[in-house]
């Protein structure tokens, strides 16, 4: 359990006092207004004043004799509105919080304590998943899966039931979710249905639980991709057989022979197009960590080639999902985790090739 404090601990004073003279006490007691609480957050505005340097620290606990201390930090002389707020508490618990200040700079100074204060966080809720979107992926015949995620302020897991039927009858594994937000915000959640029937329409619909119940969201559907159609072979180009020569008997008096009919030889057919040929693979360009801009090279194709799209696949768990459509990306802190892969369309005399980079490593946090 740890405290973030939003508010700078420090000059720049927000004047809600004038500063007590010389011959007072050095610091006040601090002033505990509660903002906002919410699952794992609580939100406060501590007021303090000193008129010579002071220390201030918070004491907070699920007990009246607190426990934890957060904060402590050496001000100076002035008149302070701090907003702080706690983002790692548990659910449906209540605590005991005061601020506290010590006069001077070092270990000894007079002790003043604030007036405690009391609040509850809110219980967990039941979770809900909304479906936003579903991509069928041709390479692993399977489809990739994006929806909201409201955790209700527990940890949460999330898994898929599907089948051919809205009955539906099979189960992916249950998979954690992402981070729970504190303040109870719906965040993005992924998820994939793999070993899919080509052709085919499926049923699914989302599952979430956690400790507070189980919900399932309404039942949808998708339709998978085709097969991919085989290139025709390309047609012959062998020569057809000589005629065989004009049988001849000799006649009793020799007699000129007619002129040779002219014989047709065929001409070879043109070779057929075979489309978009790749000479070298696409390729990644970068420093795999967060932070970073990456840059997919499409590789090299055979001449007349037109690339005509490419987009940045990440991968974590056995969870997939589309980055990017542009051949730069920066890596942003949700990537951190996951391989990439740089895929390119390319189209020539009609037919269209997908090739793509190899897996890089995973990316790496930011330093």
């Given at each position: 359990?740890?405290?973030?404090?939003?508010?700078?601990?420090?000059?720049?004073?927000?004047?809600?006092?004038?500063?007590?003279?010389?011959?007072?006490?050095?610091?006040?007691?601090?002033?505990?207004?509660?903002?906002?609480?919410?699952?794992?957050?609580?939100?406060?505005?501590?007021?303090?004043?000193?008129?010579?340097?002071?220390?201030?620290?918070?004491?907070?606990?699920?007990t009246p004799t607190y426990g934890t201390v957060c904060c402590d930090a050496l001000q100076q002389p002035g008149n302070y509105a701090l907003d702080i707020a706690f983002i790692t508490l548990e659910p449906g618990t209540t605590y005991?919080?005061?601020?506290?200040?010590?006069?001077?700079?070092?270990?000894?100074?007079?002790?003043?304590?604030?007036?405690?204060?009391?609040?509850?966080?809110?219980?967990?809720?039941?979770?809900?998943?909304?479906?936003?979107?579903?991509?069928?992926?041709?390479?692993?015949?399977?489809?990739?899966?994006?929806?909201?995620?409201?955790?209700?302020?527990?940890?949460?897991?999330?898994?898929?039931?599907?089948?051919?039927?809205?009955?539906?009858?099979?189960?992916?594994?249950?998979?954690?979710?992402?981070?729970?937000?504190?303040?109870?915000?719906?965040?993005?959640?992924?998820?994939?249905?793999?070993?899919?029937?080509?052709?085919?329409?499926?049923?699914?619909?989302?599952?979430?639980?956690?400790?507070?119940?189980?919900?399932?969201?309404?039942?949808?559907?998708?339709?998978?991709?085709?097969?991919?159609?085989?290139?025709?072979?390309?047609?012959?180009?062998?020569?057809?057989?000589?005629?065989?020569?004009?049988?001849?008997?000799?006649?009793?008096?020799?007699?000129?022979?007619?002129?040779?009919?002219?014989?047709?030889?065929?001409?070879?057919?043109?070779?057929?197009?075979?489309?978009?040929?790749?000479?070298?693979?696409?390729?990644?360009?970068?420093?795999?960590?967060?932070?970073?801009?990456?840059?997919?090279?499409?590789?090299?194709?055979?001449?007349?080639?037109?690339?005509?799209?490419?987009?940045?696949?990440?991968?974590?768990?056995?969870?997939?999902?589309?980055?990017?459509?542009?051949?730069?990306?920066?890596?942003?802190?949700?990537?951190?985790?996951?391989?990439?892969?740089?895929?390119?369309?390319?189209?020539?005399?009609?037919?269209?090739?997908?090739?793509?980079?190899?897996?890089?490593?995973?990316?790496?946090?930011?330093?």
């Amino acid at each position: 359990m740890w405290a973030v404090l939003i508010g700078a601990l420090g000059a720049g004073a927000s004047g809600y006092a004038a500063a007590a003279p010389e011959s007072a006490m050095a610091a006040t007691a601090p002033e505990i207004t509660v903002r906002q609480v919410s699952y794992r957050a609580a939100s406060f505005t501590v007021k303090v004043s000193g008129s010579d340097y002071f220390r201030f620290w918070l004491e907070y606990g699920t007990t009246p004799t607190y426990g934890t201390v957060c904060c402590d930090a050496l001000q100076q002389p002035g008149n302070y509105a701090l907003d702080i707020a706690f983002i790692t508490l548990e659910p449906g618990t209540t605590y005991y919080l005061r601020g506290v200040t010590r006069d001077g700079i070092g270990c000894c100074g007079t002790r003043t304590d604030g007036p405690a204060v009391t609040f509850t966080t809110k219980p967990a809720d039941p979770p809900s998943f909304t479906p936003v979107g579903t991509a069928w992926n041709d390479d692993c015949l399977c489809v990739n899966i994006q929806g909201g995620l409201f955790a209700g302020g527990a940890p949460t897991t999330l898994r898929f039931e599907y089948g051919t039927t809205p009955a539906l009858g099979s189960s992916t594994q249950p998979q954690a979710t992402p981070d729970v937000d504190p303040w109870g915000a719906t965040a993005i959640a992924y998820g994939q249905i793999r070993d899919l029937a080509r052709s085919t329409t499926y049923y699914w619909r989302g599952v979430v639980e956690n400790s507070a119940g189980l919900t399932r969201s309404e039942i949808a559907a998708f339709t998978t991709g085709a097969a991919p159609q085989p290139l025709p072979p390309p047609p012959s180009t062998s020569q057809p057989p000589p005629p065989l020569p004009l049988p001849t008997s000799p006649p009793a008096t020799p007699a000129p022979l007619p002129a040779p009919e002219p014989v047709a030889v065929a001409t070879p057919a043109a070779t057929a197009t075979v489309g978009p040929s790749v000479v070298k693979r696409p390729t990644i360009v970068g420093k795999l960590r967060v932070g970073a801009r990456l840059l997919g090279r499409a590789g090299r194709w055979s001449a007349g080639t037109r690339i005509t799209s490419v987009r940045w696949r990440g991968c974590r768990s056995g969870s997939c999902v589309i980055l990017g459509r542009r051949a730069t990306i920066t890596l942003l802190a949700r990537h951190a985790g996951m391989r990439l892969r740089f895929e390119v369309d390319a189209r020539k005399d009609g037919r269209t090739k997908t090739t793509t980079s190899g897996w890089s490593a995973p990316v790496r946090p930011r330093r």
